[in-house]
């Protein structure tokens, strides 16, 4: 039996099994393998109504263009700021992602980021491996509580619900800030990021990425965060001005931060590794077995029930 054709934009090796399983399943065209992709796209173009992409690889204007055949993108990932969905929805074309499914594990790094900048968890590690405990050549500073304090988050969807209920078992007052307050949470809405900012003791950043958030926080929201604040990435890295943030954590003027994602990944700026104030993770909140695992079926599921029966099961649009 023929295999339905798919065109996979670039290796899922977020989960190693998931190649593998598209193969088995699909005629899978590799994008991220032909020499010339321009040539590559033009050979096949009249074949691909479908592609499968990551977070990280999207799916472009020129490659939604170049396919005039294409009906489904699905996505293995909840960001989307890399696909251009305004031409998407031009066409017609179904956009599926995986939602929900990272909702948990990303919250949770969240919170594994903001308690080990606040207590100096990471820095507390290297403290102990060099022996500076041991031989008493240095004291590791003090940190700052955690419970009781005021949590700020920029972007209250659901990976920002999952943080904000984390907050509560903390005993933190729970603020954030939206396009539009919700009533249906019994958080406290601040229409000004501004004014959030500077009502907070720790700032976590859950918005989407993309041309419209792109250095929402610039240095006077830091600033306003201060010395005494910590900030948490764990949307996009251009979600932030990092030169500005790395020039106020330097100073002294932010007092942490904790950052799973940047601006040019894999690049991290070399003066952020070496301040003992930031906490740095490669981009991995979603990265635990169950949750890539769920990652790849939901794709395969997208897939299929696209394949069979002309729709996807997690649109986007």
Not at 63 to 67: E, G, N, R, T, Y
Not at 276 to 288: G, I, Q
């Given at each position: 039996m023929?295999?339905?054709?798919?065109?996979?934009?670039?290796?899922?090796?977020?989960?190693?099994?998931?190649?593998?399983?598209?193969?088995?399943?699909?005629?899978?065209?590799?994008?991220?393998?032909?020499?010339?992709?321009?040539?590559?796209?033009?050979?096949?173009?009249?074949?691909?109504?479908?592609?499968?992409?990551?977070a990280n690889f999207g799916c472009s204007t020129e490659?939604?263009?170049?396919?005039p055949k294409l009906r489904a993108i699905c996505t293995w990932g909840v960001g989307y700021d890399k696909i251009d969905l305004e031409s998407a929805a031009t066409r017609k074309i179904l956009v599926s992602n995986t939602p929900d499914i990272l909702n948990d594990c990303v919250a949770d790094i969240a919170w594994g980021l903001l308690l080990a900048c606040a207590r100096n968890i990471g820095w507390g590690d290297r403290f102990v491996r060099e022996n500076h405990w041991e031989n008493k050549t240095d004291y590791l500073p003090h940190g700052a509580r955690v419970s009781g304090k005021k949590l700020g988050i920029v972007g209250l969807g659901r990976i920002g619900e999952a943080i904000a209920r984390r907050g509560l078992g903390f005993d933190m007052q729970v603020s954030y800030h939206n396009r539009n307050a919700r009533a249906d949470v019994p958080y406290t809405y601040q229409p000004s990021l501004l004014e959030l900012a500077r009502d907070s003791d720790f700032l976590v950043l859950a918005t989407v990425g993309g041309a419209g958030t792109k250095h929402l926080i610039n240095e006077e929201i830091m600033r306003a965060l201060g010395p005494d604040g910590r900030l948490i990435n764990i949307a996009r890295g251009s979600v932030i001005d990092e030169p500005a943030m790395v020039h106020l954590l330097a100073s002294g003027e932010l007092g942490g931060a904790g950052?799973?994602?940047?601006e040019d990944e894999p690049r991290v700026p070399d003066q952020l590794k070496t301040l003992?104030?930031?906490?740095?993770?490669?981009?991995?909140?979603?990265?635990?077995h169950e949750t890539r695992r769920a990652m790849t079926?939901?794709?395969l599921e997208n897939l299929h029930s696209f394949f069979t029966q002309g729709k996807i099961v997690t649109p986007i649009i």
């Open positions: 023929t295999k339905p054709l798919i065109l996979q934009v670039g290796s899922f090796n977020g989960h190693a099994p998931a190649d593998g399983e598209l193969a088995e399943r699909y005629e899978v065209l590799e994008y991220w393998k032909a020499s010339d992709k321009v040539a590559f796209l033009r050979e096949h173009a009249n074949r691909i109504e479908v592609v499968a992409t990551t490659m939604i263009a170049a396919l950052l799973d994602v940047f003992s104030s930031v906490v740095l993770m490669p981009h991995v909140a979603s990265a635990t079926d939901c794709v």
